[in-house]
């Protein structure tokens, strides 16, 4: 149904979602730094490669296990409260992480950061659910979602400067003081819809008429205690599945540029330090450009008449099966055409990236938060399960294995979306 309210003038909406976005690039910045610092630290404390796998598979540990409970605390604590405790407390633990001086230490660590990031991505979801309609939805993901790759991108030279004048302990202290100061300002300027000072009613009729849900964790319905019935929503339907394993698939090929990437380069494709460090942002850039493409690609399908299983699906589906070309690095020579591989396949990622569109349009209004913790536990457990696998698919020294472990789950990926995510549209409970 079109909608009889004009778009305001007013964009209150727009400065929450760059609020969101910045807080991904923090979010992205903290659980990757550890993979620019990899190198150094395997050399400083002497870590075998399974070592550095158990330590960039920490994070996942708790962060998967706890992304239920992480949903759950999303539907019943608003994020301006939520968003500010747990950006502080992780960016502790990062700022700790420059003190470590053994394997265990480090374990405990990221570990530790990931109970407190757990909520982070239903958080994100729930903010664009209440701030923004359906047909602008899918833009704003794209937006506090390129996040993660415009801000490693961009960052990566810029941490890997670092750790060469300060050292990998250098890196993590820095890292962790700008996260504290960012909770800081998130406390003093985010808001609900419902109760922002400076949000005009007519972007409040705007957004609500547009199917945001304005007043999310406001109603008596939303204040009721999940039961057993509740996790069983999660679980029941199909097409939900179907969004879960595709979250795996995709979430694979994230983690492998989150923690093996940049020893890929330089250990196993013998490139320099700094070099790599040039070289590793062009991947994220491309990824950043494949999201907000996806984003507003799928925005404009379904302004213009098209059905939501075309304008959401076909971004996912085409991007997914452009990133099974990270198989094509096993066969390059050059740098830059291992560069140009590893950038198609992360470009193709970019475009799945939207995923979370699928949440907010699929889950029962007042689950969104345990709808999204489930899914968001099975891209983290990719995040458990792909760094172990790689340490020990490249155990011999021979990194081809890996890209084509990673490439074969970008093509099962593709076959959930198409196989088992029926109609989009929301489930009623």
């Not at 990062?94 to 570990?111: E, P, Y």
């Not at 704003?140 to 302990?169: C, E, M, N």
């Not at 899914?375 to 890996?402: Q, T």
Request: aromatic residues 16%; glycine residues 10%.
């Amino acid at each position: 149904m079109k909608s009889t309210i004009a778009k305001p003038a007013s964009g209150t909406r727009y400065r929450m979602l760059f609020m969101v976005f910045f807080s991904v690039v923090i979010n992205y910045m903290d659980r990757s730094n550890i993979s620019i610092a990899a190198f150094a630290i395997s050399e400083d404390l002497a870590l075998s490669s399974v070592q550095m796998g158990l330590i960039f598979s920490a994070f996942a540990w708790t962060y998967a296990g706890l992304q239920i409970p992480g949903g759950m605390l999303v539907d019943k604590v608003r994020p301006r409260i939520l968003y500010t405790f747990m950006m502080a407390l992780w960016s502790i633990a990062t700022l700790i992480q420059g003190f470590a001086s053994s394997l265990l230490t480090f374990i405990g660590i990221r570990a530790s950061m990931g109970v407190f990031e757990a909520p982070s991505y239903p958080a994100n979801n729930r903010i664009v659910t209440s701030w923004f309609p359906e047909k602008e939805r899918a833009s704003a993901i794209a937006v506090y979602t390129s996040g993660q790759y415009i801000g490693l991108a961009f960052l990566t030279p810029t941490l890997v400067a670092i750790q060469d004048a300060l050292g990998w302990r250098g890196l993590f202290i820095v890292s962790g003081i700008v996260g504290l100061l960012w909770a800081v300002v998130w406390y003093m300027f985010y808001r609900d819809p419902a109760r922002h000072q400076t949000v005009s009613q007519s972007e409040l009729d705007y957004i609500s008429e547009g199917g945001g849900l304005i007043g999310m964790g406001t109603r008596e319905s939303d204040r009721k205690k999940i039961n057993w019935a509740d996790f069983g929503q999660a679980f029941r339907y199909r097409k939900l599945w179907g969004i879960y394993i595709g979250q795996f698939c995709i979430g694979s090929l994230v983690i492998f540029f989150l923690t093996w990437f940049p020893t890929y380069l330089v250990k196993y494709r013998g490139m320099d330090f700094l070099e790599s460090g040039f070289l590793a942002s062009i991947p994220f850039l491309a990824a950043f450009v494949g999201v907000l493409l996806s984003g507003f690609l799928s925005d404009f399908l379904l302004k213009r008449g098209f059905s939501a299983e075309v304008a959401r699906k076909a971004p996912v589906l085409f991007g997914m099966l452009l990133s099974v070309s990270i198989i094509g690095a096993n066969y390059a020579e050059s740098n830059w055409l291992i560069i140009a591989c590893l950038a198609v396949a992360f470009f193709g990622n970019g475009l799945a990236s939207i995923t979370w569109v699928f949440v907010s349009s699929i889950a029962p209004q007042r689950l969104i938060g345990l709808i999204g913790g489930v899914f968001n536990l099975m891209g983290g457990l990719s995040a458990v399960v792909i760094p172990l696998v790689i340490g020990v698919l490249v155990e011999g020294g021979d990194f081809r294995p890996a890209l084509f472990f990673i490439g074969m789950l970008a093509l099962l990926g593709f076959f959930s979306y198409v196989f088992l995510v029926g109609k989009v549209q929301r489930i009623t409970s």
